[in-house]
């Protein structure tokens, strides 16, 4: 069992910056990669990176490379999401997950964070 809480989100105007934590606490040794998803309403949620926990390599949907940055603390079991020059399609509720492999399914999300990115 693996416990996550999302911290961060906000309302910021269109071109601002937001950093999101997540913080994973239980049987977390059996993670592999972690990631950030989120869900707009009425949308269904989507990638937005990953990163390998150990190696720390990372991933991008298209929509956000170059303005998102995904980073990790393996001592702390933290990982953090830097995002920057935020536009209102950015808005949605944020999640992480982790997952014990760097192909298969998430396992175990947090509750969620909300981010508003006026325009």
């Known amino acids: 069992q693996v416990q996550l809480v999302e911290s961060g989100g906000g309302l910021v105007q269109a071109g601002g910056s937001l950093r999101l934590s997540c913080a994973a606490s239980?049987?977390?040794?059996?993670?592999?990669?972690m990631g950030w998803f989120r869900q707009a309403p009425g949308k269904e949620r989507k990638f937005v990176a990953s990163i390998r926990w150990s190696r720390g390599t990372t991933a991008y949907a298209d929509s956000v490379e170059g303005r998102f940055t995904i980073s990790r603390d393996n001592a702390k079991n933290t990982v953090d999401l830097q995002m920057n020059t935020l536009k209102p399609e950015d808005t949605a509720v944020y999640y992480c997950?982790?997952?014990?492999?760097?192909?298969?399914?998430?396992?175990?999300w947090g509750q969620g964070t909300q981010v508003t990115v006026s325009s």
């Open positions: 997950a982790t997952s014990s492999s760097n192909y298969g399914a998430y396992d175990y």
């Open positions: 239980g049987r977390t040794f059996d993670v592999y990669r």
